[in-house]
Structures are given as structure tokens and as C-alpha cells.
């Protein structure tokens, strides 16, 4: 009889390395000079370096929930234990037979509420008293990743506008560094030793986004009327 072999996958680890090295180099396969400084060029290169922010942005965003629904998890998982934590876990949020049923309650419906029941629950100052930049900057990512990358709006000018602000105003790096640094606010209140992923990668590292100079084959499906 076959040996069952189970992995184990980290993905805080993996989202954030990804995260992490999503800003990387635009290469434009076989393109002359001429080619590069061509409206079709700029374009085509714009939209790369737009989609190497936008991984960052949503696996930064990733990172942090996936974090936080694990930590609930154990939360929950020990919710009978004779502990402050159990406690505290059961007067905020009740006793439920799935963790699964906790998902439409509204008190950690939305990210930044569950980060601060999580908070409470492990009895830990709230973030955005002990780092109100980390927080606000944290609530920059969310609105960014989720209302906008996540669900974004058909208007061009608006789209022109986020997406500007969004590769021109914030430094390179900004949000995944936001979810590492708050990751690691949990770390350092628990007490526990701070993973070395936390700082630079050791897994994956993603090596450039490659524009395409030729025109792809058309589709049969297109959007649009």
C-alpha cells in the first residue's frame, strides 16, 4: 500500500515572497530602439510595469488575510481551553460548530475588524494605537487592493486616475512592506522569534515580466458588444 505524503504550504510565505518580488524588470522581447520609444512601446511596457504593481499590491493584501484567518483558526480551534484567549474568543464571537459559519458575521466580515477582534482576543494593544502609520498605511492597501484591483470601476478616467496615483505617488516596495511589517507587530506582541521571510525572500523569487512584441493570434470571445 502507497504512503500518503502530505505537504505543508505556507501561504503567508508564498504570497509575500511574491508579494515581495513582483516589482521586478520589464524586458521587451526583440524590440528595436525605434520600437521602444513608439506609442506602442511606451504602452506596452506602461501596462507590464502596471501589472507587476498590481501583483504586489494584491499578494501583500493576501498575505496579511491569510495570516489573520489562521491565526483565528487556532483561536477557534482552542476556543475550549481554560485560557484568557479561549475566553475572550467566546464572549466576542460565540461558540460555532464550523469555523466556516464565522465567515458572514459582521464583526470580522471585513480585514480590518478581524484584525482588530484578533487583537482583542489575544489581548494585544490595538495596532492603530501602538502604530497608527503602520495602520493607516495598512488601510491605504486595503482600499487599494480591494476596492480598486479587486473591483474596479468600468470609468476610464477613474481607472486612469487610481492607477496613476496608484504607480507615481507610493515608493516601490510600499506594500509588501506594509504586510510584513505587520506580520511581524504580531510576531513581536506574541513574543515569538520573526521568521526570516519576513525581511527577504528564501523560496521564490521572480525573475522579470516579458512584454510581447507580436500581435497574438485573435480570439473568438471578446468583450465588449
Known sequence: MARTVRYRYDLSRIYLELARSALMPVHVRKATPRYLQSKAGRSRRLQAAFASVSISVIYSYLTIESFVNYQLF?????????????????DLLGDRATFEAYRKDKRVRELSERIKVLYRILGYPP???????LWMEFLELLETAR?????PLPDPLVVDERIGALMMENPAGLYSRVASDLLADMYRQSGARQPMWLKRNGLIQLLGIQVLTRRPVASPMREGP
Open 127 to 133: 495596532v492603530h494605537a501602538s502604530a497608527p502609520t
Open 74 to 90: 487556532q483561536c477557534w480551534t482552542n476556543r475550549h481551553r481554560d485560557s484568557q484567549a479561549a475566553t475572550r474568543f467566546l
Open 147 to 151: 476596492h480598486f484591483l479587486v473591483h
